[in-house]
């Protein structure tokens, strides 16, 4: 049987999945790639001070708002349900 591919999935694996990150980096992200345009950044700067912020593993308490009324809604896709762990795959995940 194919395993599923992620290229083709509606949600992306969370950044974490791929680095040891912060877990407000992943919060960030998900603020950055929502689906919804009016949920996300409305400025680059924005992005980039939040995205400073959760490197530091501070977040405002706005942003922590955001992400997880966005992440509620459209969770992270999950590298196991794949056969994939995490922080140890390089390999592009494909159909096979």
Known sequence: ???PSLQNSSTPPRPAAFAELPP????????AMCKT?????????????ALRDATNGQLDDEN???AKAI?????WNRL????V????SSQRITNR
Do not use: Y
């Open 64 to 66: 922590l708002r955001r």
């Open 80 to 83: 196991t349900e794949f056969g």
């Open 71 to 75: 992440l509620a809604k459209t969770p």
């Open 37 to 49: 345009p009016a949920l996300r950044f409305s400025k680059a700067a924005e992005f980039a001070n």
């Open 24 to 31: 407000e980096v992943d919060k960030v992200m998900a603020i």
């Open 85 to 88: 762990t995490a922080r140890n």
């Open 1 to 3: 049987m194919p395993e």
